[in-house]
């Protein structure tokens, strides 16, 4: 119940950090207009814009030799060309959603090439270790060079940059000389670790500081110059930064890493100037390479379908389509929260100048509200692509179409469109991966996606609130509509949203009441023994023993047989019955262990199946072999047998039978 409890209060914790987050940008911004930061994006030089973009592209191109050391530290190295696709797409989408998303994309590719769970686990804790080398040692070095100025409001009297500096110094330095000395495994719980070699270990260390002066980088050139910010000063605010959005565990440390930056140089740079570069650092280092990564996962899924481009689709590999749907389902979050924030911004009055004489203001009005219900409802939606839910397809597949309609009928909003538009190509050849056929309604919604949504909605809030805090609320507001009455219009949307969130929850907190299964009553037993009859599996007799538990199927012609042993659910191989109503009773059993928070297991599962249980997240574990001995000429006599013999009599002994 702890444990349990502790997971559901770490994203509530985190929201409670972005609201804070938010409220001290909205403390910095008191004196600054929305206009002001849409003035800093337009007057950024190309020059700098593109040299932003040449150095994202070096960062993520170094990020790949993360795993490139990572896999020759376990002894299993591959080829460049899978590393580089596979880094690429876990570094874009983890850069926005976090390190979560990154282990769960390395585990579905690295298992698909043969790399055991132990190896992955031991991939991922190598990269991770050898990022946070690379910030202890640019921020040890930075903090002892040229330390840069705290802010007298978070002084510490007793540390300052330079003594922090040292201490990752000296971390790093401890290290180093660990790697050198010790030469044995170290056991962590039930793996061991071998200790990277010194060279290992240096390797690491330098493609990490790269990657963060690169990262850095990006920052740097889209910020103003100024006399007295020089770029060790900047990096070091930016490791800073990184750091604490990281410990944060916030997506992307999103609103924690602005704070922190703006907080540091707001005495030196017009604070709006700052949040403008920030937004186009997020654009052009988070935002376009997961873009670009969900743009080519669309185009393997339609080039798997032309026989002209076999050879193409080969280079991606047969791994892309395990992690389609879960890079559909952050997708389309994105899409929806880009209708939301949409709402909440004012359009561009030129293009409002354009329309007006060809779309009537009711239908702007009508476009600008359904716009942003439609941007919930994808908010919403994505959980039911993470689950893998049919419906929740075409649901999604027109929402995007509406949210094209809506982007051009309220404003030619045509960036906007052009990126639902992107959402929507690589979603439409995608249908297959959707085939669960039940309700969104009735599926778990857990504590991290509810943070997720609530993230955003804040975050929408926030930006309507500070892009109309010149006008004074009054009621007339609500009835106002005209051409430039965009304060109303985000009024009404966001009220909007949040009764549609209400209802939403209101329905899911009505459902009825989940019931620990039991074993099955004797009436039950015939329908049993009926799918056993027609199943052509023979472990399917073991059903017949009575002491198992049983999770029908819907229409209750398949079922799983499992047993309870502690906190672990097992069940015994794959559901009986139908072959059609497979997959759904594997997830309807997983939701019915995360209910009691129980652990998952699936028990000699067969190869047919293998694609959902890699969907459900679980991990695959080799236990034993499988024999197939010929019974006629079979016998336990000759010196060959001796082995057998002794092994059938000892356990004759100790009562076994067979």
């Given at each position: 119940?702890?444990?349990?409890?502790?997971?559901?209060?770490?994203?509530?914790?985190?929201?409670?950090?972005?609201?804070?987050?938010?409220?001290?940008?909205?403390?910095?911004?008191?004196?600054y207009?929305?206009?002001d930061?849409?003035q800093?994006?337009?007057?950024?030089?190309?020059?700098?814009?593109?040299?932003?973009?040449?150095?994202?592209?070096?960062?993520?191109?170094?990020?790949?030799g993360?795993?490139?050391?990572?896999?020759r530290?376990?002894?299993?190295?591959?080829?460049y060309?899978k590393i580089?696709?596979?880094?690429?797409?876990?570094?874009?989408?983890?850069?926005?959603?976090?390190?979560?998303?990154?282990?769960?994309?390395?585990?579905r590719?690295y298992?698909?090439?043969?790399?055991?769970?132990?190896?992955?686990?031991?991939?991922?804790?190598?990269?991770?270790?050898?990022?946070?080398?690379?910030?202890?040692?640019?921020?040890?070095?930075?903090?002892?060079?040229?330390?840069?100025?705290?802010?007298?409001?978070?002084r510490?009297?007793?540390?300052?940059?330079?003594?922090?500096?040292?201490?990752?110094?000296?971390?790093?330095?401890?290290?180093?000389?660990f790697?050198?000395?010790?030469?044995?495994?170290?056991?962590?719980?039930?793996?061991?670790?071998?200790?990277?070699?010194?060279?290992?270990?240096l390797?690491?260390?330098?493609?990490?500081?790269?990657?963060?002066?690169?990262?850095?980088?990006?920052?740097?050139?889209?910020?103003?110059?100024?006399?007295?910010?020089?770029?060790?000063?900047?990096?070091?605010i930016?490791?800073?930064?990184?750091?604490a959005?990281?410990v944060?565990?916030?997506?992307?440390?999103l609103?924690?890493?602005?704070?922190?930056?703006?907080?540091?140089?707001?005495?030196?740079?017009?604070?709006?100037?700052?949040?403008?570069?920030?937004?186009?650092f997020?654009?052009?280092?988070?935002?376009?390479?997961?873009?670009?990564?969900?743009?080519?996962?669309?185009?393997?899924?339609?080039?798997?379908?032309?026989?002209?481009?076999?050879?193409?689709?080969?280079?991606?590999?047969?791994?892309?389509?395990?992690?389609?749907?879960?890079?559909?389902?952050?997708?389309?979050?994105?899409?929806?929260?880009?209708?939301?924030?949409?709402?909440s911004?004012?359009?561009?009055?030129i293009?409002?100048?354009?329309?007006?004489?060809?779309i009537?203001?009711?239908?702007?009005?009508?476009?600008?509200?359904?716009?942003s219900?439609?941007?919930?409802?994808?908010?919403?939606?994505?959980?039911?692509?993470?689950?893998?839910?049919?419906?929740?397809?075409?649901?999604?597949?027109?929402?995007?179409?509406?949210?094209?309609?809506?982007?051009?009928?309220?404003?030619?909003?045509?960036?906007?469109?052009?990126?639902l538009?992107?959402?929507?190509?690589?979603?439409?050849?995608?249908?297959?991966?959707?085939?669960?056929?039940?309700?969104?309604?009735?599926?778990?919604?857990?504590?991290?996606?509810?943070?997720?949504?609530?993230?955003?909605?804040?975050?929408?809030?926030?930006?309507g609130?500070?892009?109309?805090?010149?006008?004074?609320?009054?009621?007339?507001?609500?009835?106002?509509?005209?051409?430039?009455?965009?304060?109303?219009?985000?009024?009404?949307?966001?009220?909007?949203?949040?009764?549609?969130?209400?209802?939403?929850?209101?329905?899911?907190?009505?459902?009825?009441?989940?019931?620990?299964?039991?074993?099955?009553?004797?009436?039950?037993?015939?329908?049993?023994?009926?799918?056993?009859?027609?199943?052509?599996?023979?472990?399917?007799?073991?059903?017949?023993?009575?002491?198992?538990?049983?999770?029908?199927s819907?229409?209750r012609?398949?079922?799983?047989?499992y047993?309870?042993?502690?906190?672990?659910?097992?069940?015994?191989?794959?559901?009986?019955?139908?072959?059609?109503?497979?997959?759904?009773?594997?997830?309807?059993?997983?939701?019915?262990?995360?209910?009691?928070?129980?652990?998952?297991?699936?028990?000699?599962?067969?190869?047919?199946?293998?694609?959902?249980?890699?969907?459900?997240?679980?991990?695959?574990?080799?236990?034993?072999?499988?024999?197939?001995?010929?019974?006629?000429?079979?016998?336990?006599?000759?010196?060959?047998?001796?082995?057998l013999?002794?092994?059938r009599n000892r356990?004759?002994?100790?009562?076994?039978?067979?």
């Amino acid at each position: 119940m702890r444990n349990k409890l502790l997971r559901n209060l770490t994203p509530l914790f985190g929201v409670f950090l972005f609201a804070v987050a938010l409220w001290m940008l909205h403390y910095e911004l008191k004196e600054y207009h929305y206009r002001d930061v849409l003035q800093h994006l337009k007057t950024l030089p190309s020059m700098c814009i593109l040299l932003a973009l040449l150095l994202t592209s070096l960062s993520y191109i170094v990020t790949t030799g993360y795993d490139f050391l990572a896999l020759r530290y376990v002894n299993h190295p591959l080829g460049y060309g899978k590393i580089a696709i596979a880094g690429f797409i876990g570094y874009a989408f983890s850069n926005n959603i976090g390190f979560t998303m990154l282990a769960a994309i390395r585990y579905r590719l690295y298992s698909s090439w043969g790399l055991s769970p132990v190896d992955i686990i031991k991939t991922v804790a190598f990269c991770g270790l050898s990022f946070w080398l690379g910030i202890f040692t640019v921020g040890g070095v930075l903090f002892v060079i040229d330390p840069f100025e705290i802010p007298s409001g978070i002084r510490f009297h007793s540390v300052s940059l330079t003594y922090l500096g040292i201490s990752f110094l000296v971390f790093i330095a401890g290290y180093l000389l660990f790697s050198a000395l010790k030469k044995k495994p170290m056991k962590i719980f039930r793996w061991e670790f071998s200790i990277p070699s010194v060279k290992f270990s240096l390797s690491s260390v330098t493609i990490a500081c790269l990657d963060v002066i690169l990262n850095g980088s990006v920052l740097y050139v889209l910020l103003p110059s100024h006399e007295t910010l020089s770029f060790p000063k900047i990096l070091g605010i930016f490791v800073v930064a990184q750091s604490a959005g990281l410990v944060s565990h916030i997506p992307g440390g999103l609103g924690i890493f602005e704070t922190i930056v703006i907080f540091f140089l707001s005495p030196f740079l017009p604070v709006s100037a700052i949040l403008g570069s920030l937004l186009a650092f997020r654009g052009i280092y988070y935002l376009l390479p997961m873009c670009l990564a969900a743009a080519i996962l669309g185009l393997h899924e339609f080039l798997q379908r032309k026989e002209t481009f076999k050879l193409i689709a080969r280079i991606f590999g047969q791994w892309v389509s395990e992690i389609v749907p879960t890079i559909l389902c952050f997708a389309t979050f994105v899409g929806g929260a880009t209708l939301l924030f949409s709402g909440s911004v004012p359009a561009e009055k030129i293009r409002m100048l354009w329309v007006k004489d060809i779309i009537p203001l009711p239908i702007m009005e009508i476009s600008h509200f359904f716009g942003s219900l439609a941007g919930m409802l994808l908010l919403i939606l994505s959980w039911g692509l993470q689950r893998r839910l049919n419906a929740a397809y075409p649901l999604t597949t027109a929402l995007l179409i509406a949210g094209i309609v809506f982007s051009l009928l309220k404003g030619f909003d045509y960036e906007e469109a052009i990126i639902l538009a992107i959402m929507l190509g690589a979603l439409l050849p995608s249908r297959r991966h959707f085939y669960r056929k039940t309700s969104l309604i009735n599926e778990p919604f857990t504590s991290g996606w509810i943070a997720a949504i609530v993230f955003v909605m804040l975050c929408s809030v926030w930006v309507g609130f500070f892009t109309y805090k010149h006008i004074e609320y009054s009621n007339e507001l609500w009835w106002h509509f005209s051409l430039a009455g965009d304060a109303p219009r985000s009024l009404r949307a966001t009220v909007g949203v949040v009764v549609m969130v209400l209802c939403f929850a209101v329905f899911k907190l009505l459902r009825p009441a989940f019931i620990k299964p039991s074993i099955p009553p004797m009436a039950d037993s015939g329908t049993i023994r009926s799918i056993v009859n027609s199943s052509k599996d023979t472990y399917a007799n073991i059903a017949l023993l009575g002491d198992k538990s049983f999770l029908f199927s819907e229409h209750r012609d398949a079922f799983i047989m499992y047993a309870i042993n502690g906190r672990s659910w097992v069940a015994f191989r794959d559901p009986v019955g139908s072959e059609n109503e497979m997959p759904e009773l594997i997830w309807k059993f997983r939701e019915m262990c995360d209910r009691h928070d129980g652990w998952t297991v699936f028990y000699e599962i067969n190869r047919r199946n293998l694609h959902v249980y890699i969907d459900l997240g679980l991990t695959l574990l080799k236990l034993g072999e499988e024999a197939r001995v010929s019974l006629p000429g079979f016998s336990l006599e000759g010196v060959v047998r001796k082995g057998l013999r002794y092994t059938r009599n000892r356990l004759e002994k100790e009562g076994c039978f067979f």
